[in-house]
T-cell receptor, first 106, second 114 residues
Framework: GIQVEQSPPDLILQEGANSTLRCNFS?????LQWFHQNPWGQLINLFYIPSGTKQNGRLSATTVATERYSLLYISSSQTTDSGVYFC????????FGAGTRLTVKP | DSGVTQTPKHLITATGQRVTLRCSPR?????VYWYQQSLDQGLQFLIQ???????AKGNILERFSAQQFPDLHSELNLSSLELGDSALYFC?????????????FGSGTQLSVL
C-alpha cells in the first residue's frame, strides 16, 4: 500500500516562530488532508488539498502532487498550535502518516 | 463540533469480552470510516462503509466487525478482547464514497481492556 512519511517527527518552537511540516507519499493520490490533533485528542480537519496552495489565517498548505509531497506552514505560532499534525492521503483508502508532534512554548 | 457523534466516550472492560462502539455520521454524509489509534501504531485505518456497503478494508482483525445501518449510523464490534486492543477508536464521515471528500472525525471512544 501507499507509504506516507512525515517530518520532522518532533518540533519544539518558541511562541511567535514559524515552522514547516512535510509530508511525502509514495504513489499518486486523489485526496490529501492535513489534520491537527489537539492535546485533548480531538482531530480537526485543517486543509483538504490534493493539489495547489491554500491559506487559512496563520496556516497555509501546498501540495505538489507530481512530486508527491505536501507542506504545512505555521506562522507566528501560538501555544494553542501544540499537538500532533497528521497528513492523510487516499489511494484506495485514507492512510495517515505517523504525524509531527509540535510543542509551542510561551 | 464536527457533527460526527461517537458513543460511548469511554469504555472499560476485561479481556475476552465483547463491546460495541457506535457512530452517527454528519447529516447528509453517506460514508463512515473507522480508525484505531494506539501509542505504538499511530492512526490505523480499519474499514469504510458507503451507504450501507463495505467500500474499503484496512488492517481490521477478524475479531472485529462493523456494519452500517439503513439510517447510516455504524457500529464497530470488537470481540475476544485482548490487552493490545486498548486504544482510541475514531469514526469519521464524508459525503461521498470515492475517497476524494473531506473527512470529519468524531471525538473518539477510549477503550481500556484490563
Amino acid at each position: 500500500g501507499i507509504q506516507v512519511e512525515q517530518s520532522p517527527p518532533d518540533l519544539i518552537l518558541q511562541e511567535g516562530a514559524n515552522s514547516t511540516l512535510r509530508c511525502n507519499f509514495s504513489d499518486s493520490v486523489n485526496n490529501l488532508q492535513w489534520f491537527h490533533q489537539n492535546p485533548w485528542g480531538q482531530l480537526i480537519n485543517l486543509f483538504y488539498i490534493p493539489s495547489g496552495t491554500k491559506q487559512n489565517g496563520r496556516l497555509s498548505a501546498t501540495t505538489v502532487a507530481t512530486e508527491r509531497y505536501s507542506l504545512l506552514y505555521i506562522s507566528s505560532s501560538q501555544t494553542t498550535d501544540s499537538g500532533v499534525y497528521f497528513c492523510a492521503v487516499n489511494n484506495n483508502d485514507m492512510r495517515f502518516g505517523a504525524g509531527t508532534r509540535l510543542t509551542v512554548k510561551p | 463540533d464536527s457533527g460526527v457523534t461517537q458513543t460511548p466516550k469511554h469504555l472499560i472492560t476485561a479481556t475476552g469480552q465483547r463491546v460495541t462502539l457506535r457512530c452517527s455520521p454528519r447529516s447528509g454524509d453517506l460514508s463512515v470510516y473507522w480508525y484505531q489509534q494506539s501509542l505504538d501504531q499511530g492512526l490505523q485505518f480499519l474499514i469504510q462503509y458507503y451507504n450501507g456497503e463495505e467500500r474499503a478494508k484496512g488492517n481490521i482483525l477478524e475479531r472485529f466487525s462493523a456494519q452500517q445501518f439503513p439510517d447510516l449510523h455504524s457500529e464497530l464490534n470488537l470481540s475476544s478482547l485482548e490487552l493490545g486492543d486498548s486504544a482510541l477508536y475514531f469514526c469519521a464521515s464524508s459525503v461521498g464514497g470515492q475517497g476524494k471528500e473531506k473527512l470529519f472525525f468524531g471525538s473518539g471512544t477510549q477503550l481500556s481492556v484490563l
